[in-house]
């Protein structure tokens, strides 16, 4: 699951990415309006957490600008004024639950779990691309019945590449899921991590699932 946490306090942010990680969750941070709306549009997220009071605009103008850009991802919003006019304003534009501080991590954990499975139709455990089998969840990859060990980069690459096979995805796309914002984009990394994917679910076998599609970016199996 992947998460963009728009937060300006960053003692706040760095305890909520700390224990997402722990649980297996990948948590993107922002903390000013514009830096949010921006990930938010280009990005691919489960979730997005909105903080009310951010530098540049607040979390309500910020969650009716996305819905009105057609961003259809779960919102969760959080604030430290616990009122029913607060609430109300933010499920009027648009969010889909609502967080007082302080909260309970538990509890902000299980709320972003339950959107992120409301999220139009989940995701089986197990995707199938040809002879692969991705277990998302316990992160096991396997292909014609050959386990196969990936680092968590990897294993996000390969994540990413099944949910879309068949499609062309560009590097924006691409690094915008497997890395967060402090990610170089004029660096060869993604070509590096691409090759290394390669050797290890490809390389052995006659039918190649990573495909290049020149000027464009990269196409997985069909």
């Keep these: 699951m992947r998460v963009l946490l728009v937060e300006d306090d960053p003692g706040l942010a760095a305890i909520i990415k700390t224990g997402f990680g722990e649980q297996g969750v990948q948590v993107v941070t922002e903390s000013t309006y514009a830096d949010g709306q921006m990930k938010a549009m280009l990005g691919t997220f489960d979730v997005i957490i909105l903080d009310v009071m951010l530098p540049g605009g607040n979390g309500f103008d910020l969650c009716r600008e996305l819905r009105k850009r057609e961003v259809a991802t779960p919102i969760l919003m959080l604030t430290a004024r ?75 690459l390969l994540e990413f590449f099944v949910i879309h096979h068949g499609q062309v995805v560009d590097r924006a796309a691409i690094t915008a899921h497997v890395w967060d914002e402090n990610h170089d984009p004029f660096t060869n990394v993604l070509e590096v991590l691409v090759r290394r994917l390669r050797r290890k679910i490809d390389d052995d076998y006659a039918e190649k699932l990573i495909q290049t599609v020149r000027g464009a970016g990269y196409r997985f199996g069909d």
Excluded: C, M, Q
């Design 82 to 156: 616990d009122t029913v006019d607060d609430r109300v304003a933010g499920l009027e534009v648009g969010a889909d639950d609502y967080l007082t501080k302080p909260f309970a991590f538990r509890e902000l954990l299980a709320r972003v779990r339950a959107l992120a499975r409301r999220r139009g139709s989940p995701l089986p455990e197990t995707l199938r691309v040809s002879d692969l089998e991705v277990d998302l969840n316990a992160h096991r990859v396997r292909r014609a019945g050959n386990a196969i060990e990936l680092t968590a980069k990897e294993f996000s």
